[in-house]
């Protein structure tokens, strides 16, 4: 089994910041790529960003770009998602998933594991 546990989040001003954390344990698995989704109530998931685990490629989501920072530890099996100059729309909780595929990075659909995920609130 492999499990997926996110900290980090929690309430924090507009344009404030805050750092998100995804550690994997459990089985060992050979992994493409981890991502991190949000999703705010009654919207559908949505990709934010990604980062290939083999080569530490990064991708964002252009409402994202330039805000946030997707990055990786592999010794510790942890990804990290850095948040600056949050806004308001930023508000929702946010997943972290891993991929065993190559291919649809930024849909839900291409990955096999999720977290549980964790609360990010920015008041105006």
């Known amino acids: 089994q492999v499990q997926l546990v996110e900290s980090g989040g929690g309430l924090v001003q507009a344009g404030g910041s805050l750092r998100l954390s995804c550690a994997a344990s459990?089985?060992?698995?050979?992994?493409?790529?981890m991502g991190w989704f949000r999703q705010a109530p009654g919207k559908e998931r949505e990709f934010v960003a990604y980062?290939?685990?083999?080569?530490?490629?990064?991708y964002y989501a252009d409402s994202v770009k330039g805000r946030f920072t997707i990055s990786r530890d592999a010794a510790k099996n942890t990804v990290y998602l850095q948040m600056h100059s949050l806004k308001p729309e930023d508000t929702a909780g946010y997943y972290c998933?891993?991929?065993?595929?190559?291919?649809?990075?930024?849909?839900?659909?291409?990955?096999?594991?999720w977290g549980q995920g964790t609360q990010v609130t920015v008041s105006s």
């Open positions: 459990g089985r060992t698995f050979v992994r493409s790529a």
């Open positions: 998933a891993a991929s065993t595929r190559y291919t649809a990075w930024t849909k839900p659909t291409g990955y096999d594991y």
């Open positions: 980062i290939t685990w083999g080569g530490g490629g990064t």
